[in-house]
């Protein structure tokens, strides 16, 4: 069965640091391109970081500097380090996979509050 499995959430302290990791059970995986998406309550999930099958990675403004996504074919994992976490950094974050389909996690709750 083709998933991805996404872990590391939990509760942090403002300025505090986590890291998710997404294990996949795919074939190929080192082709497909691979991001992390968030979604906050009331909010439209928004992609977060993107890492392509190449290695280049993107992220969006409010990340950049903080989070960091990497990727470990051997493995079949996509991680992504988040650093100096911020309130409007709580949100639910989901691993996702692209070919010529879309895969996605389940979700994993992150919550940033003193």
């Known amino acids: 069965q083709v998933q991805l499995v996404e872990s590391g959430g939990g509760l942090v302290q403002p300025g505090g640091s986590l890291r998710l990791s997404c294990v996949a059970t795919?074939?190929?995986?080192?082709?497909?391109?691979l991001a992390w998406y968030r979604q906050s309550p009331g909010k439209q999930r928004e992609r977060v970081a993107t890492?392509?099958?190449?290695?280049?990675?993107n992220y969006i403004d409010s990340v950049k500097g903080r989070f960091t996504i990497s990727r470990d074919n051997v493995k079949k994992t996509v991680l992504l380090q988040m650093n100096n976490l911020k309130p409007e950094d709580t949100a639910v974050y989901f691993c996702?996979?692209?070919?010529?389909?879309?895969?996605w996690g389940q979700g994993t709750q992150v919550t940033v509050s003193s």
């Open positions: 996702y996979a692209r070919l010529t389909y879309e895969l």
């Open positions: 890492i392509t099958r190449s290695g280049d990675t």
């Open positions: 795919i074939i190929g995986f080192n082709i497909y391109d």
